[in-house]
Structures are given as C-alpha cells and as structure tokens.
C-alpha cells in the first residue's frame, strides 16, 4: 500500500490543489515527521500546469439529509460522505 501511496501522490496533490483552488504552502518536512512518529514522510513534487492539462469529469453538486446519529458515528468513523456516496450509487446502479 505505500508504494502505491508513493507512486500515486503526485497526482493526488495536483487533484486536492486544482480543486481547493487556493494557493498552497508547504509544511516543514520535520514538523511532519515529528506529528506522524513511525510512518513514511516523504516529499510530494507536483506539477500544476501538467495537472490542468488531464481532462476532468464533470461533477455536480448534490445535498442530501441524513439523521444525526449516522452523521454523527460517520465523521467519528472518518468516512468521505461523498466517496460512500459515489460507490453507493455506483453499485446501485450497475
């Protein structure tokens, strides 16, 4: 799994950065290492104008209602609510 993590964070950072759409700043790679004792840290170079040229689905945004509690025991759980949408629906409809 870290070599996937590794190969593949290029392109996950140039996504999180194309879609926050704010400038970003980079964290001191020591300050890193120090909050995340015993796992890999390692430096991610992206590059943006490379990342602006992939073609992007379109995507639309949707609200929905859920009851407290499952919203509640979902973000202690640390579930993307979208993804688990997204993979839901999927499935659903296939």
């Known amino acids: 799994m870290r070599v996937k993590a590794l190969t593949s964070g290029k392109e996950g950072l140039a996504a999180i950065l ?3 759409n704010e ?3 980079s964290s ?3 300050k890193i290492r120090k909050d995340n004792p015993g796992k890999v840290v390692t430096y991610i170079l992206a590059d943006m104008k490379e990342a602006n040229e992939i073609p992007k689905p ?3 945004k949707k609200n929905t209602s859920i009851p407290i509690d499952l919203a509640t025991a979902g973000e202690k759980a640390g579930i993307n609510f979208s993804k688990l949408l997204n993979e839901a629906l999927k499935i ?3």
Do not use: N, V
């Open 92 to 94: 659903k409809l296939s």
């Open 58 to 60: 379109a995507t639309i």
């Open 28 to 30: 001191p790679i020591e």
């Open 18 to 20: 194309i879609a926050t």
């Open 23 to 25: 400038p970003y700043i």
